[in-house]
């Protein structure tokens, strides 16, 4: 009875916290509707946080691969994206989703000023770099049309090291309002940013390729 009745107050103690502890500051809330999917982020924290949201899906009326940054206030729910699932598909995404304060834990857990397992040189603004994704049409016309006409580049996929991605978010979240919808790929020269390519032929045809170095 003893036990019994120390157990009962300690639970109780414990149960609050345990819970507590599992609310992440930000975190990815996905209602799902028959006609459409929305996808939120909520700011469980006092500060506003910078969330980082990409889908890759099949089966909706409109292609779901389009990061989106946005700046989520504290204690608020923002809505990421809307997908409409297509009439008798079988709709399905994978996604990335990340917020500012969780890439600064993790590299306070790597160590400040440690060396990191991979060695990214910082973006030369003379240089054009392309950040790119697996699975990307655009990506690869753009690569193979840059690599054909001998154009000097440096191609980066987010997707193989999470130094790449932590480094495009750095410069995209310096250069957008945190309401633009951003298409792969994504390109930096002289400090400019092009993140929403519509017609990847027409970019290419009207982009002034001659400046590059």
């Known amino acids: 009875m003893t036990f019994m009745k120390l157990f009962i107050p300690l639970f109780f103690l414990i149960y609050p916290l345990y819970f507590t502890a599992q609310t992440p500051a930000v975190e990815l809330i996905e209602d799902k509707q028959a006609k459409r999917w929305t996808l939120y ?11 980082f949201l990409m889908v890759k899906g099949e089966g909706f009326r409109r292609s779901a691969d389009r990061p989106i940054i946005k700046k989520i206030p ?27 304060e969780q890439l600064q834990t993790i590299k306070k857990r790597k160590g400040e000023g440690q060396a990191e397992r991979v060695n990214l040189l910082p973006v030369d603004p003379e240089q054009l770099t392309v950040f790119i994704e697996n699975d990307c049409e655009k990506c690869s016309y753009l690569t193979d049309y840059l690599r054909n006409q001998r154009i000097k580049h440096r191609a980066l996929d987010i997707k193989k090291n999470n130094a790449v991605f932590n480094l495009m978010w750095k410069h995209l979240k310096d250069s957008v309002s945190g309401r633009e919808l951003i298409k792969m790929p994504v390109l930096m020269h002289q400090e400019k940013m092009y993140f929403d390519i519509i017609d990847m032929e027409h970019f290419i045809q009207n982009f002034n390729w001659e400046k590059i170095d």
């Open 41 to 51: 982020a909520q700011n469980n924290t006092d500060i506003e946080q910078e969330a």
């Open 74 to 100: 504290p204690h608020s729910k923002v809505v990421m994206i809307i997908l409409i699932p297509l009439k008798g598909a079988t709709p399905t995404y994978t996604k990335i989703f990340t917020f500012e």
